[in-house]
């Protein structure tokens, strides 16, 4: 509850993205520096296949998952490209598994969208 809200609530008018760029509570640390729109954040791991995957089993890099963080926000405060250009300029996505001396396949880089408009501006965004 770092910026006060409920952590499960998505407002009305408020979006939800999920990236993955390293460590994901450097990760989380680093979106609440934007400006604002921000709801709410929250890390955990995601886009893998074993539920519920403890520290030590995503660790192993046999769960699938990445260190991920999920954030509530306001696109009429914060657009999704600008979270976009923060994702990108904040980690360096050609160094494999793992950023900085964080190494292991939950460190990799993934943005996961929540609907075609996300998708089209995720792609875009690689170019």
């Not at 300029?89 to 964080?102: I, K």
């Amino acid at each position: 509850y770092v910026l006060g809200n409920k952590l499960e609530e998505v407002p009305p008018n408020h979006e939800v993205a999920v990236f993955a760029n390293g460590c994901f509570w450097g990760s989380e640390k680093g979106i609440w520096r934007l400006p604002k729109g921000i709801h709410s954040t929250a890390v955990g791991y995601c886009a893998g296949f074993t539920p519920n995957p403890t520290y030590e089993e995503a660790c192993s890099g046999l769960t699938g998952h990445t260190e991920g963080v999920r954030v509530v926000y306001d696109p009429s405060q914060v657009s999704f490209v600008d979270i976009l250009r923060w994702f990108w300029e904040a980690h360096d996505p050609t160094s494999g598994m793992g950023q900085g001396n964080d190494r292991g396949t939950q460190y990799r880089s993934g943005f996961y969208y929540y609907n075609d408009e996300q998708k089209a501006l995720i792609e875009a965004s690689k170019a």
